[in-house]
């Protein structure tokens, strides 16, 4: 899916690379950058690393930030030391989440080789995750007609099809999907029936 994530900001205050994962539903994120070092990539996932890494356990467990160096997990194979052969020295972990039930999570892991991070970075960085993760909130207004049209085009309906099958003309489906794409803030039809999907309204 695609989404117009400001990642320079990012890269500016994480120099050493940052991990992002927004708006993660039962089993997966609606949107994921992995900005870390390729080799790190590689030596973590060749390990198995992700079960037993402190940060992600802590992510998956709180909201809020914290430095890495202030995580009381144990780490009991050692991921925090052997990221630093990586320049993984410093790390900065940030959850958010939204109200209610069902709540989705958003979390970044950022990390510098230099220092620790300073509190206006945590706070900015913060601010900035928060920022996404509330921008990605599935719209709530599209009509049962809207969103009909656009299960018709996931399904590879072409406009004249999808007018038939409606009784309607293809004017009126015109003006459905350009609702819809208006509502989802997506470019093309297509991109908002694949948006539609990962929000769940279809």
């Excluded at 202030?70 to 989440?97: H, M, W």
């Excluded at 509330?134 to 085009?153: F, I, K, R």
Aim: proline share 3%.
């Amino acid at each position: 899916m695609s989404f117009d994530i400001d990642t320079e900001s990012f890269t500016v205050q994480a120099p050493a690379g940052h991990f992002l994962a927004l708006r993660i539903g039962f089993a997966f994120p609606m949107y994921e950058q992995n900005a870390l070092p390729k080799n790190w990539i590689e030596h973590y996932s060749a390990r198995g690393f992700v079960l037993a890494d402190p940060v992600m356990n802590w992510l998956y467990q709180n909201a809020g930030t914290t430095r890495w160096s202030e995580i009381e997990l144990d780490d009991p194979r050692g991921v925090l030391d052997q990221a630093k052969r990586f320049g993984l020295n410093y790390g900065l972990a940030i959850c958010c989440t939204g109200e209610g039930a069902g709540v989705q999570r958003s979390f970044g892991s950022f990390a510098r080789s230099d220092r620790e991070f300073l509190d206006a970075e945590v706070f900015e960085l913060k601010d900035k995750l928060q920022n996404l993760h509330d921008s990605m909130v599935p719209p709530s207004n599209l009509t049962d007609a809207e969103l009909e049209a656009l299960g018709m085009v996931k399904n590879g309906l072409l406009m004249k099809e999808i007018a038939d099958l409606l009784g309607v003309s293809e004017g009126a489906v015109k003006q459905r999907l350009k609702n819809a794409k208006s509502k989802l803030k997506a470019k093309t039809s297509t991109h908002a029936a694949t948006m539609a999907t990962s929000f769940g309204l279809i």
